[in-house]
């Protein structure tokens, strides 16, 4: 039997559809909020790598592909880990929402059995983190630096 454990997290931005797109589709953004980032560009098929700092058990890297881009609505990529047996995909799904703010979902998917269940737990915690903190406080950074 093969069990998902598959990750979803909501957060609703006080930046419109366009700004939080920008975020994740420009590799200088996605460096400041997420991992430096090799060979990135919003294009199906584009493989890119993430990199994070190693730590025990992993050497930091994540591998990924791009397979689906709507802008600005959905952006999604393959996902893999050295540790990782099979591969995982994240979906940033953005909507409009009133006042102007953008409702994103960060859907990460496809951790399957007793190993994907420990992976889908060590990035969830994580995933929460970054929607909720760090994407948040680059949108917060960037706005004010485009005001002044």
Known sequence: MTTSQDITVDVELPYPPARVWLALTDADALADWLMPVDGFAPEVGREFTLRAKPMPGWDGV????????????????????????????????LAAADGGHTRLRLAHQGFTGLGGAVLALMHRGGWKKIAHTRLAGHLARTTSKDNT
């Open 62 to 93: 994540v591998h990924c592909e791009v397979t689906e881009v709507d802008e600005p609505r959905t952006l999604a990529y393959t996902w893999r880990g050295s540790r990782m047996r099979t591969t995982t995909t994240v979906t940033w799904t």
